[in-house]
């Protein structure tokens, strides 16, 4: 396959993690930076990379295979998902967990409208951490399964904050329960609720003349995103938010334990433990941006989530050298 053109719409932390990743990929280059801003205020990871008003989009359709949406699942995934995949190729990233469903009937509409491929939802969670819940639900049927995120920066969650009138920047960290932790890779068959495994840290820096209290409310009291949960606001300035909370750690794992016959324990875990958030999450878009260009390749059409995609259109090795290296 001759190389793939990826397309980055949106050049936050998402957009230049992925353009970072898209250049450790020989079979990859950026054909072109899609933003909201002035384009000349947009810097590039790599000089000379070109930098368009996403309005333009349209125009430059026929020069690139797959375009990667790095914008928040809160507004712009919604909207930015199912128009542009009406004339491209797209991945997203949209992380809203109770939405994914109609977010994936509205892309498959447009999908199918347009004759394209557009994979939703990619990451680790939802997408990688998906991939093995399924997996260890369908070897260990019998048992239970278990998702713990954190410690560490939520990019979804933060951009919720920011998203509130009054508020001027802000992070949120996801801190696991021990005690919930603990009981969970001891094997024991419990359930929790949400606010019995998580907590959410939130530091927000306010606007000049914000209500404190009415910011803090809607933080508190978001759907799907801090109103099942025990969540601690923590008010600052702007100097402490770039000095304490610039960098992006985060990761989790997927337990899954049960019984292969009576009495007899098993316990699968998957874990991931990330220096940068944003990197990383780009770097599983890329990948998936290259099974979609296959997947287009081969007439494929609609929408699609990771549970869709064979691990090996992933790996840019032919399939003869996936078997041999690693079956």
């Known amino acids: 396959m001759s190389t793939i053109r990826i397309g980055i719409v949106g050049h936050g932390n998402l957009g230049r ?5 898209v250049g450790r990929n020989p079979d990859m280059e950026v054909a072109a930076i899609f933003t909201r801003r002035d384009p000349a205020a947009v810097t590039p990871v790599v000089d000379g990379t070109p930098v368009h008003a996403l309005a333009e989009v349209d125009a430059h359709a026929g020069a690139v295979d797959v375009l990667i ?3 928040g699942s809160k507004q712009d995934l919604p909207e930015q998902t199912p128009a542009l995949a009406r004339r491209f190729n797209v991945v997203d990233s949209f992380d809203t ?12 509409d447009a999908a199918r409208a347009g004759g394209t491929i557009a994979l939703i939802s990619a990451g680790w969670d939802p997408g990688l951490f ?11 049927p019998d048992g239970a399964t278990h998702t713990f995120w954190g410690p560490g920066l939520s990019q979804g ?4 904050i920011r998203r509130i009138p009054g508020v001027a920047g802000a992070v949120q960290y996801t801190i696991p329960r021990e005690e919930a932790v603990e009981r969970v890779r001891a094997g024991e068959a419990v359930e929790f609720t949400a606010r019995q495994k998580h907590l959410r840290d939130c530091y927000v820096v306010l606007e000049d003349g914000a209500n404190l209290a009415a910011v803090r409310d809607a ?12 969540t601690a606001v923590t008010f600052i300035s702007a100097e402490e938010l770039a000095r304490d909370h610039a960098g992006m750690p985060h990761g989790g794992f997927v337990v899954r334990s049960g019984e292969t016959s009576d009495g007899v324990a098993q316990v699968v875990e998957y874990r991931l433990a990330l220096e940068s958030n944003p990197e ?12 979609v260009a296959r997947m287009s390749a081969a007439g494929e059409v609609g929408a699609r989530t990771v549970f869709d ?17 690693y079956l």
């Open 97 to 108: 967990h109770a939405r994914i469903p109609e977010h994936f009937a509205a892309v498959d």
């Open 280 to 291: 990383f999450t780009s770097s599983v878009l890329v990948a998936y941006a290259r099974a």
């Open 17 to 21: 993690g992925v353009e970072a990743a």
């Open 219 to 230: 933080i508190v009291t978001m759907p799907h995103y801090f109103d099942e949960y025990d």
């Open 157 to 160: 969650h933060s951009d919720a």
């Open 69 to 71: 949406l790095c914008g």
């Open 309 to 325: 995609v064979a691990p090996g259109l992933l790996s840019p090795a032919r399939a003869e050298d996936l078997r041999a290296r």
């Open 130 to 140: 998906s991939v093995n819940r399924v997996m260890a639900e369908a070897v260990l």
